[in-house]
């Protein structure tokens, strides 16, 4: 095994201090270490976060193994065909692009293509840095929590962000780090040191600022790096796209799409509810070394077709400025894929 406990180490006395303090940071708000000592309250006066705050994250890792994948089958259309990978990459620079028949296709995909990542960076660093967003996302995952990744990834080594979090309480039906709990992140042993939740308790713009002051904690402490425009760098970044081509909290027309400054930023007034939510500026997504976009349902043809197609607008989406330092991957069914 990959012997680099120094890094949890040092972030785990860091929390140490913290922890005494009257204010919990957002860093700390983190999934239960033992899962079958969680119980959810029945009043909606005790919050799931408090109910899911560790004082001892647990080390649980696996050795990464290679695993194999029965190739899909790509829907065809005029971008170059990779047949071994089924993967189609466009002429213009805007990604490689995968569409698939179905929903499983999607999965199975996303999976073998977020192992392999997550194989490829500990190898490397001796860490994965993913960030996660919410909507259908997690549900996409659902492979990854099956054999044969479940026991061939290294968890141990997975540190989890969010790229936008709704401010509402970790139980609600709302809430980005629910969604990802109950779908995900109780089914594979992360160390819960290693999850980086919202503070709940905050007010919007307070919560982004205990967001930003986390990450840049992250990155003195080298579990995050920079990238060469100075904004952390993550390994993966994780996003969905809405109908009106929106991504993490960031809708059209909004002035937040234009923040250049700040790591994290908010919004009291979402076109989408709930209004008041947190979210990475574009210059932190950009700063991805990996950037995987999953779109499915006719519903998001349209804004795809604006985004991929060879039509030119000087009214960008926000989608459209996902423009990342690494590799953007599509991952796409026929319907989304339909107009283009």
Known sequence: MDQSP???LDISEDYA???????ISASLRTFPARLTSVRRSSSPHIPLSRQLISDEARLCSFRAKTVSLTATNPIRFNWKIHASMARMETDDGKGK???????????VSLAKYTADLSEKFVRKSGAFTVVLSGGSLIDWLRKLVEPPYVDSVDWAKWHVFWVDERVVPKNHPD??????YDGFLSKV???PGHVYAINDALSAERAADDYERCLKKLVKNKVLNLSASGFPKFDLMLLGMGPDGHVASLFP????????????????NSPKPPPKRIT???PVINSSSNIALVVAGASNAGALHKALGKGQSSDLLP?????????????LDKEAASKL
């Open 280 to 282: 990475f500026t574009f």
């Open 97 to 107: 692009l995968q569409v698939f028949e179905s929903e499983e296709e999607i999965s």
């Open 253 to 268: 027309g909004h002035p937040l799409v234009k923040e250049n400054k700040r790591w994290v930023t908010f919004i009291k």
């Open 17 to 23: 201090v913290r922890m005494d303090s009257p204010s």
């Open 319 to 331: 989608v459209q400025l996902v423009s990342p330092e690494g590799e953007t991957t599509w991952f």
């Open 6 to 8: 120094w890094l949890l």
């Open 189 to 191: 042993p992360i160390p």
């Open 175 to 180: 809430s980005n780090y629910k969604l990802a």
